[in-house]
Nanobody, 122 residues
Framework: QVQLVESGGGLVQAGGSLRLSCAAS????????MGWFRQAPGKEREFVAA????????YYADSVKGRFTISRANAKNTVYLQMNSLKPEDTAVYYC???????????????WGQGTQVTVSS
């Protein structure tokens, strides 16, 4: 069993930056694919980014490519999402997830955090 806890969300102006963290406990995530998803009110949960167990491969949604960076520190059992040049349309609850397949499909991830709110004002 893996417990995931996100932090780092908040309110930021358009063009600003935030860094989200996802701390895992219960067991190591060093052999897991880690993903970030987001869900805005009234919308489906959507893929944001994912990273392989080694950190050598990363995957991004087209909407965040070039602005967001996913990384991981396996020694700390933590995954990060650096978000730059934020836009109002990035406003959502952001979730981290752990799985074994690098996929955009949230159904393929086995463990989820409770989410952290990111609000970008115009």
């Amino acid at each position: 069993q893996v417990q995931l806890v996100e932090s780092g969300g908040g309110l930021v102006q358009a063009g600003g930056s935030l860094r989200l963290s996802c701390a895992a406990s219960g067991r190591t995530i060093s052999n897991s694919i880690m993903g970030w998803f987001r869900q805005a009110p009234g919308k489906e949960r959507e893929f944001v980014a994912a990273i392989s167990w080694s950190g050598g491969s990363t995957y991004y949604a087209d909407s965040v490519k070039g602005r967001f960076t996913i990384s991981r520190a396996n020694a700390k059992n933590t995954v990060y999402l650096q978000m730059n040049s934020l836009k109002p349309e990035d406003t959502a609850v952001y979730y981290c997830a752990a799985g074994f397949i690098a996929t955009k499909n949230p159904g393929e991830y086995d463990y989820w955090g409770q989410g952290t709110q990111v609000t970008v004002s115009s």
